[in-house]
Every structure is written in structure tokens, then in C-alpha cells.
């Protein structure tokens, strides 16, 4: 059994990649005490075996600190990339016909080789190519199988193997490649919680990966390509959770239109009971810098207004010389907006209308009840984690203390808002639950003698799906003495 220890004083989960600034043992374990909550295991960069030490790393801190650990595997993904140039660069003038074909002839000023069919399949007069991360704009004026005629809206330098997107078509791709699939077969070989699949368009591009992680991880759906967002709910409902990413979505779409695009994926995943991430370039200053901008700081507070579960940090705490400090950075935020007597009212906003199940009904009149009896937490016992999906779901004002037999359960809640997950027995009977409520309370310090707590479970008992009780307890103070 694990030893608990006492939960973060903010809701608002912090996730952080891990990089060459900050893969040691050492640093992940500062991290993890400077308030990251989850780690980000990239595979776009680095081998596989690179990888091993570091999830160890994170899993050593189960023993360190009696709290489970959260590891999110993010896959590469397709990357769409033009060919090489005769002399490694060139320069696109304004207004000039520039050609995209199949040929592997070094390119130039007038063409270049993309070696890419499904493009070649899927195009249409009038789509816009976007080079070098949205920094030179093509425009297709006519195309066959093997070229692609366009012209240049916006010019600039290109160098060879620089990246394409394109935003106005859906593409005839799947979103897992090959390295993809030996990435997710070694995550989940090294028992990662989470997987994320980027490139996702349409919610068929979850069904392949849905089916090689059988179970053994969740699967959460990188929001970055606009077709994705004309079947938002499509995909939301067929994923575990979902990651706003920023990046790709800040370049295949006006950077204008991206605030309301991620207000609306927030309120999308938490009416549908998804836990979402908010991501991309969040304190991107601190790369650099030991404090971020007063607009960064803004944008973090604006994701944790909203009500998201998890605020990511990317190349800050992965690759820049400030990772401790960003981390710490993200922890204070999120403690500072919560303290705010108007975050509630914020979060509420948006309006969370239960399911007509018992389980939604019972986690909605949690949060009512907590509100009006003073309860200082709500404890839950679930194995499959739907139980704390539920009642995370509804954002209530207390922290969420969840007991569970299931060890990959209390880890995959590490992307949960307000939750505080334990690796603990089972219970057997109404008095067993009663009883390790409090003794689990009194221990994490969530609660102490004359407070009052919320518990969730389902009877009969071990039975996933149950969840049909909901009890009022008055902690004494006398239970530590019977804490086995």
C-alpha cells in the first residue's frame, strides 16, 4: 500500500517536459517538488532506449513520495516536410509561380520535390500551402497527381526539409506512422498512463490507436489541425482526455481565432467529462529568462479561469535554462488564481448539465452538499477512476480525494483537476469505507478532527460503474489510532 502524502494546495494540474535540461533523476525530482503534477515524455526527439531511464526516474518518485506518478507518452506524428534545395536554401519572391512536384531533383527558386502523395491526393484549387511554421503562405492555383501549381502570397528564405502544413483540406493520412507505432508499442511496453496522438482530424484516427494500446494506457487527442475542430464532439467523446496545442493550430489558423477555439475545446471536454490540457508557448519568455511576461502570465491564468485540468509547459522546463523556475512559476500561478473569491464563480461559467445517471446525480449533489454543509473534501472510491471523472467533472470547491485498488487508476489521475489519488486496499463492506475515509482523510491531511467529508462509492463494492451511494461523515480525530 502507499503511503499518502498531503495533496497540492491548487486544483489546476501542472504537466512539464522532460528534456536535455531536465532528464536527470535529480531534476525530475526537483520538479516534482517545485509543483509538476504529471511529466511529458516526448518522442519526437531522442531514441527509445534514451527514454528508459527516464520514465525510471519518474516512477522512483512513487517511493520518494508516496504519490503516484503521471506520465504522458506524446507521439510525432506525421511531419510533412518539402525536399532539399541545390545549395541547401533559396528565396520565394512575392507574387512568383512556385511549383511542388514529385520529382527528387534538388529544387530552386521556381520548385521543389514534396514528397508527400496524400497531398498530391487531397488538394484543391484555392487551398493554402504554409512553409517554415506558417512563414511563407503559398496559394494552389492548379495541380494533378504529380504537381502542384502555386502562387506566392507571402515570400521569404526556405531551406531544405522545412515543414508544410496544410490547413484547408482534410488529408487522406493516418495519423499514426510507422515510427509512431514502434513509439506506442515501447510506451506502453514501459507502462506509460497516458498516450498522445497527434495529427489528429476526424475521430476515425483514433481507432488504430485505441486498439494498440488494448486498454493499458488512456488516449488523449492532440487538438491541432482545424479539421478536428468541425467534429470537436466526435472526437472528444471517442479519446479519454484532450490536449489544446496551441503551436499547430496558432499556424494553420489566424492567431486571432485560436482564444476562442481553445475557450470552446475547454468547455467541450469538461461538458463531456474529458480532462483537457492547455498547451503550447504558455511562459515561452522563461526559455531565457528566470520570470515570464505579464501577458504570459495572463494566458496561464486565463487556461485556469477557464477551468482546464492541466497547464503544460513545453520547451520551458524541457530544453530552456530556467525549468525549476517555470515549473514553480505554473505551481504559483495556479495557487494565486484559486485564491481569487471570483475563481469559482469563473470556472462555473460554463455550465456542466449532469447526465440522467445515478452516478452524475450523486457527484452533482456532492458539490452542492459539500458547499452547504462546510465538508472540507470529497473522498471517492473507484476502481475504474469514472467515479472522480464525475465528480472532477462538476469542479467543486473542495479538494477530491480519491481511494482506489487500482494502481494505472491513481496514475492516470494525475491529468484530473482537483484530485488527489491513492493506491490503497479495496474496501469490503459501508463501515470499511466509512472507516478508511477518515483514516485516509486525517493521513493526506485533507481533513482533520471535527471537519466534515463527502464520500462516493458504489455498492456492492469492486463492481466498476456502481457508484450509487453518497455519505455525510464527522471526522473525530479518533481514526489515526486505527490506521492499519
Not at 520535390?113 to 487531397?122: N, R, S, T
Not at 508499442?185 to 507502462?191: E, L, P, T
Not at 489544446?244 to 481553445?262: T, Y
Not at 513545453?314 to 500561478?333: K, L, T, Y
Request: charged share 25%; proline share 6%.
Amino acid at each position: 500500500m502507499t503511503t499518502a502524502i498531503a495533496p497540492r494546495s491548487r486544483k489546476v494540474r501542472v504537466l512539464a517536459t522532460l528534456g536535455p535540461a531536465s532528464n536527470s533523476p535529480e531534476m525530475i525530482a526537483t520538479l516534482f517538488q517545485a509543483g509538476a503534477d504529471a511529466f511529458r515524455v516526448n518522442m519526437s526527439h531522442g531514441d527509445q532506449q534514451s527514454k528508459v531511464a527516464v520514465i525510471e526516474a519518474i516512477r522512483a518518485l512513487e517511493k520518494e513520495f508516496g504519490r503516484p506518478t503521471t506520465i504522458l507518452a506524446d507521439l510525432q506524428g506525421p511531419k510533412l516536410r518539402v525536399g532539399k534545395f541545390d545549395g541547401g536554401r533559396t528565396v520565394l519572391e512575392h507574387n512568383s509561380t512556385f511549383v511542388l512536384d514529385r520529382d527528387p531533383t534538388p529544387g530552386d527558386a521556381t520548385r521543389v520535390e514534396l514528397p508527400h502523395k496524400e497531398i498530391f491526393e487531397a488538394i484543391e484549387p484555392g487551398a493554402r500551402l504554409l512553409l517554415d511554421d506558417g512563414k511563407l503562405v503559398l496559394r494552389v492555383t492548379d495541380h494533378d497527381s504529380d504537381r502542384i501549381t502555386t502562387v506566392v502570397e507571402v515570400g521569404g528564405p526556405l531551406s531544405n526539409n522545412k515543414g508544410l502544413n496544410v490547413p484547408d483540406v482534410v488529408l487522406p493520412m493516418a495519423a499514426l506512422t510507422e515510427k509512431d507505432r514502434s513509439d506506442l508499442a515501447f510506451a506502453v511496453d514501459q507502462g506509460v498512463d497516458w498516450i498522445a496522438l497527434s495529427f489528429v482530424q476526424r475521430p476515425e484516427d483514433l481507432w488504430e490507436a485505441r486498439k494498440l494500446i488494448g486498454g493499458k494506457a488512456a488516449l488523449l487527442a492532440k487538438i491541432e489541425k482545424p479539421q478536428a475542430i468541425d467534429r470537436l464532439e466526435e472526437i472528444v467523446e471517442a479519446c479519454d482526455g484532450v490536449m489544446v496545442a496551441r503551436g499547430d493550430l496558432g499556424v494553420e489558423l489566424p492567431p486571432q481565432s485560436v482564444p476562442p477555439l481553445q475557450k470552446r475545446i475547454v468547455e467541450t471536454a469538461r461538458r463531456l467529462g474529458r480532462p483537457v490540457v492547455v498547451a503550447t508557448q504558455m511562459l515561452e519568455s522563461m526559455i531565457q529568462s528566470p520570470s515570464p511576461t505579464r501577458a504570459e502570465v495572463s494566458d496561464v491564468a486565463t487556461a485556469i479561469y477557464d477551468g482546464a485540468d492541466a497547464i503544460m509547459l513545453s520547451a520551458e522546463s524541457a530544453a530552456g535554462q530556467w525549468p525549476v523556475e517555470s515549473v514553480a512559476m505554473m505551481n504559483s500561478i495556479g495557487v494565486s488564481v484559486e485564491s481569487d473569491p471570483m475563481h469559482g464563480d469563473r470556472v462555473h461559467f460554463t455550465v456542466m448539465r449532469p447526465d440522467p445517471t445515478t452516478a452524475d446525480a450523486l457527484a452533482e449533489a456532492a458539490k452542492q452538499i459539500a458547499k452547504t454543509v462546510s465538508a472540507t473534501a470529497i473522498i471517492c472510491f473507484t476502481t475504474s477512476g469514472s467515479t472522480a471523472r464525475r465528480i472532477a467533472r462538476e469542479r467543486p470547491s473542495v479538494p477530491l480525494l480519491v481511494l482506489t485498488p487500482n494502481r494505472d487508476t491513481a496514475r492516470r489521475l494525475g491529468l484530473l483537476w482537483g484530485t488527489h489519488a491513492v493506491h490503497t486496499r479495496d474496501v469490503e463492506s459501508f463501515e470499511d469505507m466509512v472507516g478508511k475515509a477518515k483514516r485516509m482523510a486525517l493521513r493526506t491531511g485533507i481533513a482533520h478532527a471535527g471537519d466534515r467529508v463527502i464520500v462516493m462509492a458504489g455498492v456492492p463494492f469492486r463492481t466498476p460503474g456502481s457508484t450509487n451511494v453518497l455519505h455525510v461523515v464527522h471526522i473525530t480525530g479518533d481514526e489515526l489510532r486505527d490506521y492499519a
